[in-house]
């Protein structure tokens, strides 16, 4: 099961997608914006809405999968209520959504669920950025402000 | 020019008097001043004049064939006559030549002179005022023309004095002015006024088309001035923009330059934080601390477990367990189910690849990570400012240069436009200025060329001047026509005049008795109180008149040959007419007969001297005077008749006519 982005997305970021070396770096934004503020999207059709990336972390992003992947599931685990020392219930849900097997190492389940975090930072940006980034140069920064907002508002609480 | 004019001899042959040659030549080669011939009546003395008339006259190509006919020789059978004159014209030998054909009625004449014989009557030019039928008659002078002297239907006396006295000179200049104007006139092919006026409005045309084309062209150069003013200034103004322009765009390629390196830096830099934003770690402590906690919190459960799933089912395969104790079945299939509890070992794997990545990645500083981004970020934002400085300071001059001249193409466009106005400029007035005539058949109107029209402008008013010069040259020739006239009018009186005086001075003396007098010569003589006299009292008159004539015009010198010199005139009147003969002129040759020797003979004589030539003529017939004659030496003897020289025979000769064959 690939990484899927939503089209909106590709729109979205229209101006500096070609700054983009990958469009995975697309769908990595959007993913931390969903995971940091627990925001998950479901799509009416996510077929329809989004399109097939990769089924791999690709590029340098291989390197950072794993880690990428223990956000998530910090951040599924925390959004379940998982009591991280409850072990057999982390571990039952670690081993929901990882999978050895696959490329990511997410289960479908565990794919599914990213992907929706990534549709959901989506949103996250868009209410972030009064408009379309026009610039790479200046959105990242932006971009790391208010992750850094959103994150510590999240921290206060 | 002075005319000498001697008669040398004649010779008839042919004719109806007798054959006969004379010379008047003496020893010396020279005339004789006075040569008497005495001819009888009937020997053709008449005819022997009118052929002397007719031979140095030209008059013989008017007569009928009639008239020629009837001058054949008597009872001849030859058809051809001749008689011939020779001539002395200022020392060259001239000779007049009529040959008669009396078979065709005609006679031909033929003039021996410097180019040798011609075919016709060609006297020199210089002669021809003397030897015409006009004139002749002055110089071969017989009684008629003293009666018509007084005539002015038969004599122009007047036309006489002209030629003698050379007045003919001012005809011959007021002719020579006509001819002069008439030639000048005929060039410039416009005589009448009205081709004054049609060369006038052509100059006038002229003139204001020039002058229209001058006035464009001053307006031209002008405007030409003030294109070009415009055109320098412009272009000033051009080259310190482009100038400022040219600094500027060093400028800008600087500040351009610099911007350019900033945005490759803010590129790096950007593309810097990009790839290490891609770390979650880095992206934030709190994620990076979060991944750490997930980590620990997996290392306080120890997940994974050290022994994955496979050992356990693979130990529920085995009778032993590792501790020893021997694995029966329930034992085996407690170890199996519990197994499931256990992560396989590819889960085993992946959580201790988390686990390893979140130790090897992040690391004990988790925070250490986002500082190095925010140092990224930093220096993004520098280099983005440092950008932003370049851009806005390339936008500035970018400004500055477009500020500096709001309309620089306009500037330039308006150079481009200037230049063609004045090339324009120039071109016309190159047209203005043009040296190149289109030719004669296009109109003034339709030129520009200002040199061309002047040109013409020239050509008209030479052409007007030309006119004027003619109209004026005219009325200068008209003016001096009008001095000639009066001088010859006043010359030809005060001739007159003279000539009356004198002419009455000789009548006096021939006629002392007799009041008869000239009064004026007006055409003719015309006398006091009467219209005319007798023959005695007319020749009298006659030879006053010509007397006086010749030796007044001491320039001409001609012959003056007389048919019965005393004939009509009284024996007193005789002698003087005698005595003036000699003064009369250089050559004075006279037809007489015996009757009119007395009286006049010995008074000729004796004014004469030893200047007198006698010849007789006579036809063959009076035997005594035959005999008489073969007697005398250097008697000339032709088919009809004697020409015998001498005094002597002159004087015995007594035949009045040839009836008198034994006058002797």
Request: aromatic share 8%.
């Amino acid at each position: 099961m690939p990484f899927r982005l939503r089209r909106d997305t590709r729109e979205w970021f229209s101006y500096i997608e070609g700054d983009f070396s990958l469009d995975f770096d697309m769908y990595y934004l959007c993913l931390m914006a969903g995971l940091a503020t627990g925001r998950r999207q479901e799509l009416e059709s996510e077929q329809k809405q989004t399109t097939e990336l990769v089924d791999n972390y690709p590029g340098s992003f291989r390197e950072k999968g794993r880690l990428i992947n223990a956000y998530f599931l910090c951040r599924k685990l925390n959004s379940l209520g998982v009591d991280l020392s409850e072990r057999d219930t982390v571990n039952d849900v670690i081993a929901e959504y990882v999978d050895p097997i696959s490329p990511n190492q997410l289960s479908d389940l565990g794919q599914r669920e990213i992907n929706k975090y990534s549709y959901g930072g989506f949103e996250v940006l868009t209410e972030w950025f009064d408009d379309k980034p026009r610039h790479l140069e200046t959105f990242l920064p932006l971009y790391k402000r208010y992750l850094d907002e959103i994150l510590d508002s999240n921290t206060t609480k | 020019m002075a005319i000498d004019l001697q008669l040398i001899g004649w010779k008839a042959h042919g004719l109806r008097c007798p054959d006969h040659e004379v010379s008047f030549h003496d020893d010396t080669q020279k005339v004789y001043p006075v040569t008497l011939v005495q001819m009888p009546t009937g020997t053709g003395k008449t005819t022997t004049l009118e052929f002397l008339r007719t031979v140095l006259s030209g008059s013989a190509s008017d007569w009928p064939s009639d008239h020629i006919r009837q001058f054949q020789k008597r009872d001849s059978t030859d058809p051809n006559g001749l008689f011939q004159v020779v001539l002395s014209y200022n020392g060259r030998r001239l000779t007049f030549r009529m040959e008669f054909d009396f078979e065709n009625g005609k006679v031909n004449y033929f003039t021996t002179y410097r180019k040798g014989l011609q075919e016709g009557f060609q006297p020199p030019r210089e002669l021809q005022k003397f030897l015409n039928p006009n004139f002749i008659k002055y110089f071969i002078f017989d009684g008629e023309l003293a009666g018509q002297l007084l005539d002015r239907n038969n004599t122009n006396a007047q036309r006489v004095i002209e030629v003698l006295f050379q007045l003919i000179i001012f005809s011959m200049i007021s002719n020579r002015i006509d001819d002069y104007w008439d030639d000048i006139t005929r060039k410039s092919g416009a005589k009448e006024q009205r081709g004054l006026s049609r060369k006038q409005n052509e100059c006038k045309s002229l003139r204001n088309c020039i002058n229209s084309h001058k006035a464009a062209k001053r307006m031209l150069q002008e405007e030409l001035e003030t294109l070009e003013k415009e055109l320098e200034e412009k272009a000033i103004q051009y080259e310190a923009v482009k100038a400022n322009w040219e600094d500027l765009t060093k400028k800008l390629e600087v500040v351009n330059e610099k911007k350019v390196m900033a945005q490759n830096e803010v590129e790096r830099i950007t593309i810097e934080v990009l790839a290490m934003m891609r770390d979650p770690h880095a992206l934030s402590r709190i994620i990076a601390e979060e991944i750490v906690q997930f980590k620990a919190s997996l290392d306080r459960l120890k997940l994974p477990e050290s022994t994955a799933r496979e050992f356990f089912e693979e130990l529920a395969e085995e009778d032993e367990c590792i501790c020893g104790r021997s694995i029966g079945k329930s034992e085996s299939e407690i170890i199996r189910r519990r197994a499931k509890d256990y992560l396989g070992s590819d889960h085993i794997a992946l959580l201790n690849g988390i686990k390893g990545d979140v130790s090897n990645l992040i690391g004990q500083e988790s925070s250490v990570h986002e500082e190095e981004l925010n140092d990224m970020l930093s220096l993004l934002d520098v280099a983005i400012k440092t950008e932003d400085r370049y851009r806005n300071e390339y936008h500035l001059l970018e400004s500055e240069g477009i500020g500096g001249d709001p309309d620089l193409e306009g500037l330039r466009d308006r150079i481009n436009d200037l230049n063609v106005e004045i090339s324009e400029c120039k071109e016309r007035l190159e047209e203005l200025d043009s040296r190149h005539d289109p030719g004669s058949s296009v109109k003034p109107e339709n030129i520009s060329a200002i040199p061309v029209l002047e040109a013409r402008l020239k050509t008209a008013k030479d052409e007007v001047e030309q006119i004027t010069n003619t109209i004026g040259l005219r009325e200068k020739g008209e003016i001096v026509k009008r001095i000639l006239a009066d001088a010859h009018e006043l010359a030809q009186s005060r001739i007159n005049d003279e000539i009356c005086i004198e002419a009455n001075n000789r009548i006096s003396e021939l006629l002392p008795h007799n009041a008869l007098r000239i009064k004026e010569i007006d055409k003719s003589l015309v006398l006091h109180g009467q219209e005319g006299g007798s023959v005695g009292e007319n020749l009298s008159i006659a030879y006053a008149f010509l007397s006086t004539l010749f030796s007044s015009a001491k320039y001409h010198h001609l012959p003056f040959i007389v048919d019965s010199p005393a004939g009509a005139l009284d024996g007193d009147v005789r002698e003087e007419v005698a005595n003036l003969i000699p003064n009369l002129t250089s050559q004075f040759i006279a037809f007489t007969i015996s009757t009119e020797q007395q009286r006049f003979l010995p008074a000729l004589e004796s004014a004469a001297g030893d200047g007198i030539q006698y010849i007789t003529l006579f036809r063959k017939g009076p035997q005594a005077y035959e005999a008489r004659a073969r007697s005398v030496e250097q008697t000339s003897i032709t088919e009809d008749g004697f020409c015998v020289p001498g005094q002597a025979f002159f004087k015995e000769f007594q035949l009045e006519s040839e009836d008198d064959g034994n006058a002797i």
